[in-house]
């Protein structure tokens, strides 16, 4: 089993190489071609899928498709180095940010989970989720330009839709409000629109859940219904405060 589990982070490190190399040299902060190449990358995911026993075509992975994974992690990059201040640099980003990481590995996974290919895309993802804390499923779809700060305690369910311009930050829970297993086809998790940012610890839920384009979710908030464009979300709550008694 640890054999496994080597050749796993074998592979999701050669995949966040991968990607990282070419979205560095593809915005000419790196001048240095890219050393892990499209071949390389198969020979470590043909690898694993051999341990694993999990059928799988070399011909599901075109290099067309990780071309426009690398767009979109390049957007991705880009609204991270604008929506966090702390950022020194793009490069810090890439190599430091472990949302950045994660995002890195649910792309590729969401590719493999569209193609069907079996189990692959979860154990992509639970390998992030078990470096990260971040568990996004392979089965969320997510637009451009998408960022995950901090990120420890994020959850986003396999049927959530995320638009382009959306910032998540820790603890956020886009998750089903309670399915039968017998509903499992159907959406169980929110659609976030386009440019909306959800503070720490908030939880959205269910499948007819639509939280409208450039609405903030403030901290700590649950939402269980529909949100109408350009509001700020949030709940209010009594701080309680009681004098202390010396002892």
Do not use: W
Not at 117 to 146: C, M, N, Q, W
Request: hydrophobic share 35%.
């Amino acid at each position: 089993m640890l054999n496994k589990y080597i050749i796993l982070e074998e592979c999701c490190e050669i995949i966040i190489d991968y990607f990282r190399e070419n979205v560095l040299y593809n915005l000419k902060i790196s001048k240095t071609l890219p050393n892990i190449f499209f071949l390389d990358l198969l020979k470590y995911i043909e690898k694993l899928t051999d341990e694993y026993n999990i059928e799988f075509n070399s011909d599901q992975l075109k290099i067309k498709s990780l071309e426009t994974i690398t767009d979109f992690l390049t957007s991705d990059l880009d609204a991270a180095y604008i929506t966090d201040k702390a950022s020194k640099s793009k490069k810090e980003i890439v190599y430091t940010y472990p949302g950045f990481h994660v995002t890195i590995l649910y792309r590729f996974a969401n590719l493999l989970y569209k193609q069907k290919v079996e189990i692959l895309p979860r154990l992509i993802s639970e390998y992030a989720h078990s470096k990260s804390g971040i568990d996004i499923h392979p089965g969320a779809t997510i637009g451009k330009s998408f960022f995950i700060d901090h990120g420890t305690g994020v959850v986003i369910g396999e049927t959530s839709i995320i638009g382009d311009n959306v910032t998540i930050y820790h603890g956020v829970t886009l998750g089903d409000s309670g399915s039968k297993k017998n509903t499992l086809s159907k959406k169980r998790h929110p659609t976030i629109m386009n440019g909306v940012t959800i503070y720490s610890n908030s939880t959205i839920l269910g499948g007819d859940t639509v939280i409208g384009v450039n609405t903030i979710v403030s901290a700590n908030s649950l939402v269980t219904k529909n949100i109408p464009p350009n509001l700020i979300v949030f709940q209010e709550r009594k701080i309680i405060t009681k004098q202390r008694i010396n002892s």
